[in-house]
């Protein structure tokens, strides 16, 4: 997919998009994790006579975030929980063209996770490229690294209740009861070509329980206390953004006080 402006033109868009990103919360310096679904915002941009490319957005939000800031997209990939390699260097994302753009991009360096990785370019690279937490939720992982670092959550033209996945950090720090550790282990080539075998957990669903993964209740809540800036997707700017830990704050609450079902899952069993 190519733009169809000059560079002068691009920049110009490049420019207008950061500013949609400022105004729905965005600051310079913030580490962003950010999630997205692009078929509907093209679509969009289009109709108003704005010709898009992903690279294009990528470079949207780290102007909007400038140089001290850490962009971070999930490329997730789950072939390793059937058995399939994971290669670092070449397993695709799973979770949108944007993430697979980032992933492309060599600018970006990718966590260690074989399902739950992540695409890193900006101030903290380095730091989030290092992670190679084996439970993908871990006091060790990524999404734990953005929490320390006050990082903020974003979701363009996507739901929470589609995209949230920071939730399952949430619910493994506080082991959530609803949950459990699976072990899964398969082929795992790293960053150097050297292929090994290797065991990784997911803090999953407890099936026996009936337990299906709800948020939109707590997503619900977070728009009504008015924690979530910016906009709805397919409303105004489409992005909406909430500091990470205010999200966990939220969550382990919920979990603590005994309401996680109904907010954070519902059953089709019998309680």
Known sequence: ????????????????????????????????????????????????????????????????IGTDGTLILPVFNFSFTKGETFDIRNTKSETGLLSETARLNKNFIRTGHPMFSFAVTGKLKEEFGGINNRSAFGSDSPFAKLTEHNGKIAALDIPGELSNTYVHYAEECELAPHRFFKNFKGKYIDAEGKESTREYAVYSRKLEMGVKTDVKPLEDYLWSKGLYSGSRPGEGTRLHVIRAKTLFEEVSKIIREGRSYGMLYTTDKIN
């Open 1 to 64: 997919m190519t733009s169809e402006y000059s560079e002068t033109d691009k920049d110009t868009i490049i420019s207008e998009l950061a500013s949609w990103w400022i105004k729905s919360g965005i600051e310079k310096g913030d580490t962003i994790l950010l999630h997205s679904s692009l078929s509907g915002f093209l679509k969009y941009l289009k109709s108003i006579n704005k010709v898009v490319t992903p690279q294009e957005i990528l470079d949207s939000f780290i102007e909007a």
